[in-house]
């Protein structure tokens, strides 16, 4: 690095981010200095990329999305693949742009005040936020919500690995209840242009009632959702390219299989009992197309850093998103939508289940070392 | 009774330049050095100065806490100069070797004849106390205690580790002596390698035999202990190596204080890595033909990858080295190096490159970081993976940095040395010094409970 950015140069301020691109070109030549000599060729950088690319279906799928849902309402016919992906990629383009400017910015500057390198926890959380919000929220809402979620959320634990809550959902969570009326609705989940209204008729999405994405998609049909040609949320509509990015993460071993089979099992487990008990007449395997709890499950869920540390906690985790999910689904119908807060609680609790389980597992092995 | 434990956790380090199982040659080093800093809990006093004449076992090093705790000389010559560092911290003590290897006569002993504090003051006498090391902590064995137990590990699962058969297959009857010896102190547990059943060591006698299968660390003696007997809160058990047994048994043998041993030569930049016969104490420099005259910056490690010390160039090897490895320095940046969907030359245990396709294949490591220092992102599962223990790595690092004494006591202080959590320093994508993190939790532990 050029000495002006070292201690003691002029442009020191910037040594954090200076020091963050050049680490992003290339390895840097640093070298093992205690401890073991040799080191795995893996990184964090290498690991959070592979989220990237595993959500990569789900953002590419969401921006066709949004263009198929828009001309849909504005009563067009067809498929128009590049066309609509064109209007979509459009729309989130200053979504990321603004979701990346302010929470690497608020990110560089912290990094630059602790005097440490910047981690790279923001690549995903950047990524992930412009997905989950509607298509059409108000840019400064967004940069408002990053901020907060970056700097509440993580900024005053340390930093990425010590945040408790996911800092994507807590951008989401600040949106929800600081600006309901965008959050809500029948109509933000499509995008529009400026001065465009609905064609009423072409229009089938969403009832009164519906105030989010899951409840606007209640009954759609099992391909339409699976496929994702639903409204909703930016990447989290399409099921399958879901499941491709949870290949992906399960494959490199990033996402715990642990978590996605727990939340899986505890949702169609309550959304079983719930048909049982005629709270609804959805079918349980239903439950897991709608709304948000797809990508919940395998990309916000498995978050190492907010999730549960011990392996008997992460199936403990698991069951308890997904078992709360479909639970505030029954029993909220103003907000059907319960995946985002049950993974916000979870990720308050995860400390306690791992407490449960670690304390369960030393006094088991001062039995057993009583006994021997 | 014989036990057999299979580890399913754990690395073996796929790292290129094994010793070739061949003495090439013995070398008589000039000048050897004793150095306090191999002995961990050992506040060092000198006992020599300038000019001093020792033979083999003469005392050159007393403990001050424990004046019976002698480091003694490995060679006969004369003293030639008291390394300082800052602070006047005694760093070590040169000695002119006069290449004679006279010994002090300690008296040919028989076993037999002995009960435990006879091998102890024989032991304390002859300098081969600190052979002993004492968990928890292990550090230098203290003489006033009787331990629980006293365990070997027969094997080396480490990268590049010596073939304990061939340093030691030769000297069976030393090996016996000296395991018969501390017998008289304690109860012997010997591990074997349970894929070498026709080892020499299987034989052993008055001791109680198990045998461990599993990648690296099973061969770790902490490991071993961990599933043999757990150490408690209050438990003192001690551990020798194969070595130290050999060196006990020519003492007792032959009357000499004899501590020359086989020393592996390994490592992606070692020439032609073999076993040379040397004393501890011998300078780098004398291995001169093994590593070439190249201007590329290398590592001299005295040990393993994972757990060795850094004694450069111009270092001595320690008290226990059986191994030194050579490695480059990894000070070549890459460019786009962590976003190429495949790096061939690099080993990783991630999928999320394509090692694990080829398990096979061996690298020509260096000691590049592949990457900056993080907090840790990737959960406890991550590690655990790669600790054969009951124990959450973690958990226990965690408590070490925050220096929560009782969560370490909960979390496994007692069981662990760094070296045993040295492959999940090695897998960690954060890259902290876990290893580190653990030696200052045994240090604030050593303070607290003194």
Same mark, same amino acid.
Request: charged share 15%; glycine share 10%.
């Given at each position: 690095?050029?000495?002006?950015?070292?201690?003691?140069?002029?442009?020191?301020?910037?040594?954090? /981010?200076?020091?963050?691109?050049?680490?992003?070109?290339?390895?840097?030549?640093?070298?093992?200095?205690?401890?073991?000599?040799?080191?795995d060729a893996v990184d964090l950088k290498r690991i959070l990329i592979l989220v990237v690319i595993a959500a990569a279906p789900a953002a590419l799928f969401g921006m066709?999305?949004?263009?198929?849902?828009?001309?849909?309402?504005?009563?067009? /016919?067809?498929?128009?693949?590049?066309?609509?992906?064109?209007?979509?990629?459009?729309?989130?383009?200053?979504?990321? +742009?603004?979701?990346?400017?302010?929470?690497?910015? +608020?990110?560089?500057?912290?990094?630059?005040?602790?005097?440490?390198?910047?981690?790279?926890? $923001?690549?995903?959380?950047?990524?992930? +936020?412009?997905?989950?919000?509607?298509?059409?929220?108000?840019?400064?809402?967004?940069?408002?919500?990053?901020?907060?979620?970056?700097?509440?959320?993580?900024?005053?634990?340390?930093?990425?690995?010590?945040?408790?809550?996911?800092?994507?959902?807590?951008?989401?969570?600040?949106?929800?209840?600081?600006?309901?009326?965008?959050?809500?609705?029948?109509d933000c989940w499509i995008a529009f242009r400026k001065g465009e209204t609905a064609v009423a008729d072409a229009f089938t999405g969403a009832t009164p009632l519906a105030l989010d994405g899951a409840s606007a998609q209640y009954g759609t049909g099992f391909w339409d959702l699976f496929i994702g040609i639903v409204p909703g949320s930016v990447g989290e509509t399409s099921v399958i390219a879901i499941l491709l990015g949870a290949f992906v993460l399960l494959w490199t071993g990033i996402a715990s299989w642990k978590i996605m089979c727990g939340s899986v099992a505890g949702a169609l487990l309550v959304g079983w009992i719930?048909?049982?008990?005629?709270? /609804?007449?959805?079918?349980?395997?239903?439950?897991l197309l709608y709304g948000g709890f797809a990508f919940g499950t395998v990309f916000m869920a498995t978050?190492?850093?907010?999730? *549960?540390?011990?392996?008997?906690?992460?199936? +403990?985790?698991?069951?308890?998103?997904?078992? @709360?999910?479909?639970?505030?689904?029954?029993?909220?119908?103003?907000?059907?939508?319960?995946?985002?807060?049950?993974? @916000?609680?979870?990720?308050?609790?995860?400390? @306690?289940?791992?407490?449960?389980?670690?304390?369960?597992?030393?006094?088991?092995?001062?039995?057993?070392?009583?006994?021997? | 009774m014989s036990q057999n434990f299979v580890l399913k956790k754990g690395l073996d380090i796929p790292i290129t330049g094994a010793a070739s199982l061949n003495l090439a040659k013995t070398i008589f080093p000039d000048i050897v050095a004793v150095k306090p800093t191999d002995f961990k809990g050992i506040t060092p006093r000198l006992l020599v100065k300038e000019g001093d004449h020792v033979m083999c076992g003469s005392p050159v090093l007393a403990d001050k806490k424990n004046p019976d705790i002698l480091i003694t000389s490995p060679v006969s010559g004369t003293v030639k100069e008291i390394v300082r560092g800052d602070k006047r911290k005694l760093l070590a003590v040169l000695i002119q070797d006069d290449d004679l290897m006279e010994s002090v006569d300690f008296g040919k002993k028989n076993f037999k004849d002995l009960d435990a504090a006879q091998v102890k003051q024989i032991l304390l006498q002859s300098g081969l106390w600190p052979v002993l090391v004492q968990r928890p902590y292990g550090v230098v064995a203290d003489p006033a205690?009787?331990?629980?137990?006293?365990?070997?590990?027969?094997?080396?699962?480490?990268?590049?580790?010596? *073939?304990?058969?061939?340093? $030691?297959?030769?000297?069976?009857?030393?090996?016996?002596?000296?395991?018969?010896?501390?017998?008289?102190?304690?109860?012997?547990?010997?591990s074997l390698d349970a894929n070498r059943p026709d080892s020499p060591f299987a034989k052993l006698e008055n001791a109680e035999l198990h045998c461990f299968k599993g990648k690296h660390p099973a061969g770790n003696v902490g490991v071993q202990i961990s599933h043999i007997r757990p150490i408690r809160k209050g438990d003192v058990v001690w551990t020798v190596s194969l070595m130290g047994l050999a060196f006990i048994g020519r003492l007792l043998n032959t009357g000499r204080y004899d501590v020359s041993r086989k020393v592996a030569v390994t490592g992606p930049m070692a020439i032609e890595p073999c076993y040379i016969k040397t004393v501890p104490g011998a300078a780098i420099a004398n291995l001169?033909?093994? $590593?070439?005259?190249?201007?590329?910056?290398?590592?001299?490690?005295?040990g393993d990858v994972l757990s060795g010390v850094n004694v450069g160039r111009d270092g001595y090897l320690g008290f226990f080295c059986e191994q030194v490895t050579i490695i480059r320095e990894g000070v070549d940046k890459e460019l786009l190096g962590w976003i190429r969907p495949i790096r061939f030359h690099q080993f990783s245990t991630d999928h999320s490159y394509f090692s694990w396709l080829m398990p096979g294949r061996k690298y020509d490591m260096d000691t590049n970081l592949h990457g900056g220092e993080r907090a840790f992102m990737m959960n406890d599962g991550y590690y655990a993976k790669f600790l054969p223990m009951d124990i959450y790595p973690i958990f226990l690092t965690k408590a070490c940095l925050a220096g929560d004494i009782e969560k370490m006591e909960k979390f496994g202080i007692y069981e662990v040395l760094p070296e045993d959590l040295a492959v999940c320093e090695f897998v960690d994508p954060s890259k902290t010094d876990i290893q580190d993190i653990i030696a200052k939790g045994i240090d604030l532990m050593l303070k607290e409970m003194a």
């Open positions: 690095m050029n000495p002006i950015f070292e201690k003691g140069g002029k442009l020191y301020w910037l040594h954090s /981010t200076v020091d963050a691109f050049e680490t992003f070109l290339h390895v840097p030549g640093t070298v093992t200095r205690k401890g073991s000599h040799v080191r066709w999305n949004v263009g198929y849902q828009h001309g849909l309402a504005m009563g067009q /016919t067809g498929v128009h693949i590049l066309e609509y992906f064109w209007f979509g990629f459009l729309k989130v383009l200053p979504l990321y +742009i603004v979701s990346y400017l302010v929470g690497l910015g +608020i990110e560089f500057a912290f990094s630059q005040a602790r005097g440490e390198e910047v981690s790279e926890g $923001y690549l995903v959380s950047g990524f992930f +936020i412009p997905l989950i919000v509607p298509v059409d929220i108000p840019l400064w809402m967004l940069a408002l919500a990053v901020a907060f979620a970056v700097i509440i959320g993580k900024e005053i634990f340390g930093g990425s690995g010590m945040n408790f809550w996911n800092p994507a959902l807590l951008a989401r969570a600040f949106l929800f209840f600081a600006y309901p009326n965008y959050m809500s609705g029948s719930g048909q049982a008990a005629g709270i /609804t007449d959805i079918p349980c395997y239903m439950q978050d190492p850093v907010t999730s *549960c540390q011990t392996e008997t906690g992460k199936w +403990i985790f698991g069951l308890l998103v997904g078992m @709360l999910c479909i639970t505030v689904r029954f029993f909220n119908p103003g907000y059907a939508e319960g995946m985002m807060l049950a993974i @916000l609680l979870c990720n308050t609790f995860a400390p @306690l289940i791992d407490h449960c389980v670690v304390s369960a597992h030393i006094s088991r092995k001062e039995k057993k070392l009583k006994t021997a | 205690l009787t331990p629980d137990a006293i365990f070997v590990s027969a094997f080396n699962t480490a990268p590049l580790a010596p *073939c304990s058969d061939f340093s $030691y297959g030769n000297e069976f009857a030393n090996v016996q002596t000296g395991l018969n010896a501390l017998a008289k102190i304690a109860k012997v547990h010997v001169a033909p093994y $590593y070439g005259t190249g201007d590329e910056p290398l590592r001299f490690i005295d």
